[in-house]
């Protein structure tokens, strides 16, 4: 059993960063996946970054890639999402979760998110002038 805590969220101006943590109850993550999701108001929740814990491979969604970098810390079980040149469309709220037995950082962020099997309880995120 994983629990998931998210934090870092808050009220941005369009272009300023901010830095998501997802701090994970288990010290042992061998064979998972964890990634950044995140669900704007009306529309479908949606993979933003997922990181494979075993070789540490990424992936992005166009539509962050070049701004957003997934990264994990050994030493506190902690996953974080820096989040830089902020845009309007970035609002939403974001969720951490973990998959067990991930096959690629690519098949975790594109599949069914109700498949996956641990989630956070999100934070927000507003970029706004």
């Known amino acids: 059993q994983l629990h998931l805590v998210e934090s870092g969220g808050g009220l941005v101006q369009p272009g300023e960063s901010l830095r998501l943590s997802c701090t994970i109850s288990r010290h042992t993550l061998d064979y998972y996946g964890v990634g950044w999701y995140r669900q704007a108001p009306g529309k479908e929740r949606e993979g933003v970054s997922c990181l494979e814990i075993s070789d540490g491979a990424t992936y992005y969604a166009d539509s962050v890639k070049g701004r957003f970098t997934i990264s994990r810390d050994n030493t506190n079980d902690t996953v974080y999402l820096q989040m830089n040149s902020l845009k309007p469309e970035d609002t939403a709220v974001y969720y951490c979760?973990?998959?067990?037995?991930?096959?690629?950082?690519?098949?975790?962020?594109?599949?069914?998110?109700?498949?996956?099997?641990?989630w956070g309880q999100g934070t927000q995120v507003t970029v706004s002038s």
């Open positions: 979760a973990a998959d067990y037995l991930v096959t690629t950082a690519l098949a975790m962020c594109v599949m069914n998110p109700d498949n996956l099997d641990y």
